[in-house]
């Protein structure tokens, strides 16, 4: 009896299981740009197909579970997943974070062991089953450990985002973390410990920990590979702390409340493997020195794809492009084995590009899907720090994106300028909020009319005439993103050499709103008086 139940621990235990979390209802989607229809939750399958996990558990919102399940139906037919390896969906009104979804695992009581935990649409080359039983040997040396969190270098020349991504001190030898300080990506969080000393900047560590050790390190350049090892208590944990939604708050809380938690987290930083997500891919070599590194190449694993190397320590920029172009790329250059300083096969993007791509994906699902205005802003706050994009080009390119809106809806593009305008003041009325997180500053609302007027001069919408200009105008200052004193502004102080401007202004639409807030103006006066 006792040998018996010594087995079935030993199987409960050597299970290997997996998390998918999907809280932006994204799973059944196709990454933008894929030239195949593999939507994000098929990359995250295939990798943990490739690993023989045992069981995977997809977290979603109810309204995308009917979908989830038959695409999983599809998956375990077209791919031959063996019958021991089980893919179950789970929905919950509350799936609205990590923390939310492991809330919902653990009511269930479905997690048995520690556990590989990743974002949909995950998808990579790390030895995941390696992982996997590496912190379960951890564990055994230190049975207070909670989680190894994946992390990977970040390729920048110099320290002036210090304090916007996470920073680790962490044990040299083992990966313990001794100290975390989160990082400021998005602009509604409280600044962490970091002031500004002239141009130098600073970070607070406890003295104990460097007095206490021989050695410890600092990181101040590692990103989240969206990919993380959890031990089989943390589902309990984030139960426990109904406030943490997020890896970040439950480190926080593992070193704010440690006497009380008694956990201790640990990282294992990635510098020759790679882990991404589809909808942050890709990296791409922009190459400055005199050598191609070949070890960048793409393999081809039976019937799916995974990335071998991807980035290495002599990388100096990176840029984001299309995935399935880069990859097919990176596979050209497997088979030709050539050296070869970058591909002219892929189109390099901005990133201003991306980012307004990015702002109006966010927008695009916003409308259509009803996300909450504060996760639309934190999307753009964290796409805005990725890209180091400047807080001026953050107005317009949400005034820009709000404008090309209209024409990327699935229910169908506006025929008529009527129609343009009406869509356009639903979209401004649906994203209020975010509008006035935003545009706060006199300087912010003078760039949002003049990116309103650049669109019209340079006729990059055919339905954006200056009737609809001056409706939208009139909307922005019905929710009070623009104010009187801005618009007017506007109206009477432009370049008068400009024969284009001043034409602008005298169409009838535009005299009309300038008169309309000049008679509003002088009867505030009025009252005032």
């Known amino acids: ?30 990454p933008g740009g894929s030239s195949n229809r593999k939507p994000f939750i098929q990359y995250s399958l295939e990798w943990l197909l490739i690993e023989k996990f045992d069981e995977i558990f ?9 979908q989830l399940r038959e695409f999983v139906q599809l998956f375990s037919r077209t791919e031959d997943v063996p019958k021991s390896m089980s893919i179950q969906v789970h929905s919950s009104d509350t799936n609205h974070s990590t923390g939310d979804c492991l809330r919902d695992l653990d009511s269930k009581a479905l997690i048995k062991a520690d556990f590989v935990i990743m974002d949909v649409g995950c998808c990579g080359n790390l030895p995941l089953a390696e992982l996997l039983s590496s912190h379960k040997r951890l ?58 000393v002239g141009r130098m900047r600073c970070v607070q560590i406890p003295s104990e920990i460097l007095l206490e050790r021989q050695s410890v390190k600092i990181h101040t350049n590692l990103s989240s590979t969206n990919l993380s090892i959890y031990s089989s208590n943390v589902p309990a944990l984030y139960s426990e702390l109904f406030d943490c939604h997020s890896e970040a708050d439950l480190i926080q809380a593992a070193f704010d409340n440690h006497e009380v938690l008694g956990g201790s987290v640990y990282i294992h930083v990635i510098d ?21 590194d070949t070890n960048l190449i793409y393999k081809r694993n039976e019937r799916s794809q995974v990335l071998r190397k991807l980035v290495n320590d002599s990388l100096i920029d990176c840029t984001r ?47 259509e899907e009803t996300i909450r205005n504060e996760n639309l802003i934190l999307e753009i706050n964290s796409s805005k720090h990725a890209y180091n994009i400047s807080i001026d080009d953050v107005y317009t390119t949400i005034i820009k994106a709000l404008l090309f809106l209209p024409g990327k809806l699935s229910s169908g593009h506006a025929r008529s300028h009527g129609e343009f305008a009406s869509l356009v003041e639903k979209a401004i009325d649906k994203f209020k909020q975010l509008l006035l997180n935003y545009v706060k500053s006199n300087q912010s ?67 009309q709103l300038a008169q309309a807030l000049e008679a509003e103006s002088e009867d505030s006066d009025d009252d005032s008086d």
């Open 1 to 30: 009896m006792q040998t018996n139940s010594i087995i079935m621990a030993s199987k409960k235990e050597d299970i290997k299981q997996a998390v998918i979390v999907d809280y932006k209802a994204i799973a059944c989607k196709v």
């Open 58 to 66: 997809i977290c979603c919102l109810p309204d995308q579970f009917k």
């Open 139 to 196: 564990r055994k040396q230190d049975k207070n450990a909670i989680l190894t969190s994946i992390v990977r270098n970040l390729f920048t020349k110099n320290l002036t985002n210090l304090g916007e991504f996470p920073i680790y001190v962490s044990d040299p030898k083992t990966g313990l973390l001794l100290h975390y300080i989160a990082g400021r990506v998005a602009k509604n969080e409280k600044p962490g410990p970091i002031s500004a």
């Open 272 to 292: 020759d493997l790679f882990s991404q997500r589809m909808a942050d891919f890709g990296f791409a070599i922009n190459q400055k020195r005199e050598k191609f």
């Open 321 to 367: 492009l299309n995935p399935e172009l880069f990859l097919s790329n990176l596979a050209h250059e497997e088979d030709s084995d050539e050296e070869t300083e970058s591909s002219s096969e892929v189109s390099m993007m901005e990133d201003d590009e991306i980012f307004f791509g990015e702002v109006l994906d966010s927008l695009l699902r916003g409308y």
């Open 445 to 511: 609302r003078a760039t949002v009319i003049s990116t309103i007027e650049r669109l019209y001069i340079s006729n990059q919408l055919d339905l954006l005439n200056d009737t609809v200009l001056a409706k939208i105008i009139y909307k922005l200052y019905d929710i009070d993103v623009l104010d009187e004193e801005s618009i007017l502004s506007w109206y009477r102080d432009y370049d008068k050499s400009d024969k284009v401007q001043e034409q602008l202004r005298s169409r009838p639409a535009i005299r």
